[in-house]
């Protein structure tokens, strides 16, 4: 029986935007990463179809709090299970108000098909992580590997298993579209820190992986080299996002259509179906972007 299991949470309607990751222990079955709350009926649905009953998860693995990787936490906190998380990322987990308000402020009435809201975990359950602590569950050794850059509470968590030495990226290894090599990377506010994200790039490479787990989306087979295009990128992607941002001649639709134009000739010679292409740099993923950029901008320029 394979003791990882990839689940695609269907996020946005598409195949291969969001996993969680079910791994099956001697102690039983853990998560790393819920997805959102919007995603958690296919969460169950699937963890119910691999014989895995969804109450029965006693430790939720998290690489950041975002939405799209936690916002489920709670319902599992809520029956009992562990959740592990970077030390900063703990009271927005025991009280979430403050994250659904910011998301309400951007999705409005969206948030709830988009990611839906997290519910508070209880404090006993949530436990804090240090960079490089090593927690044993089951027979299986994970050890945190801080890894800011995208968020400042992010962790990557590595495991040998299976004769493998792996590891679950969350943002930190960027995203990949499906089918393809193609990397797309969330730039996202308020901490993107484009220098920080390179180390940890570096980081993890230097720990010369076997396999990496992307959250957005599956194993990656090759991680020196897909390591090697999420830093070129990082790069390349915040030089270019900073002229966009800086060019008051630009209205921001003009902005995200360049930004378009830019990751399309990037993606020449992938063969990517335009369809599929659309759908996952989608507008959100750019007008995103292009907050995350100003926000280091604003930042770099207060020197906060
Ligand atoms: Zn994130």
């Known amino acids: 029986m394979k003791r990882i299991r990839t689940i695609d949470l269907g996020y946005h309607g598409l195949e291969g935007a969001a996993a969680s990751h079910l791994i099956r222990t001697d102690d039983g079955p853990m998560l790393i990463e819920t997805g959102p709350m919007s995603t ?59 994250l659904n308000a910011s998301a309400r402020r951007i999705y409005g009435d969206e948030l709830d098909d988009l990611f839906g809201e997290m519910h508070p975990c209880p404090e006993d359950r949530v436990h804090p992580i240090e960079d490089g602590k090593t927690i044993s569950f089951g027979g299986i050794d994970l050890v945190a590997i801080e890894t800011p850059g995208h968020a400042r509470h992010h962790h990557a968590w590595m495991l040998d298993l299976d004769g493998m030495r792996q590891c679950f990226t969350g943002d930190v290894a960027g995203m990949r579209i499906p089918g393809s090599d193609f990397v797309t990377l969330p730039l996202a506010p308020p901490e993107f820190e484009p220098e920080t994200w390179i180390r940890s790039v570096d980081r993890l490479d230097a720990l010369d992986f076997d396999r990496l787990h992307l959250t957005h989306f599956g194993p990656v087979d090759d991680p020196s080299r897909h390591l090697a295009r999420v830093r070129d990128r990082v790069r390349r992607e915040t030089d270019l996002v900073t002229r966009l941002v800086r060019d008051d001649s630009l209205e921001d639709s003009a ?11 990037e993606a020449d ?36």
Do not use: K
């Open 255 to 265: 902005r995200i259509s360049l930004y378009r134009q830019w990751l399309e000739e």
């Open 269 to 304: 010679g992938d063969n990517i179906p335009e369809d599929r292409f659309r759908a996952f740099v989608n507008r959100g993923l750019l007008s995103m972007n292009l907050g995350g950029v100003r926000r280091h901008l604003e930042h770099a320029a207060t020197g906060r």
């Open 40 to 98: 958690l009926p296919a969460l169950q649905r699937e963890l119910e179809t691999l014989e895995v009953d969804p109450e029965s998860i006693e430790l939720v693995v998290l690489t950041h709090i975002h939405l799209d990787h936690a916002g489920a936490a709670g319902w599992f906190a809520e029956r009992g299970a562990d959740v592990l998380v970077h030390p900063l990322g703990c009271r927005h987990l025991v009280d979430p108000s403050r």
